[in-house]
């Protein structure tokens, strides 16, 4: 698994919480799972650009 999000930055985004030992990781397979539903939506565009529309 490729490592997309950084802890620091999610503790930064939710001020005033703490953070569980396991959101990174489950933040970071949510991504992915975004990003490929992306590319499959653009591929199927006949595109091999990633566009923000994509997701």
């Known amino acids: 698994m490729v490592k997309l999000v950084v802890v620091s930055s999610i503790k930064k985004a939710a001020k005033n919480i703490n953070i569980a030992s396991d959101v990174a990781e489950a933040l970071n ?27």
């Open 29 to 55: 397979k949510k991504i992915e799972q975004i990003i490929k539903e992306a590319v499959a939506r653009a591929r199927a565009n006949s595109r091999k650009t990633l566009q923000g529309r994509d997701i």
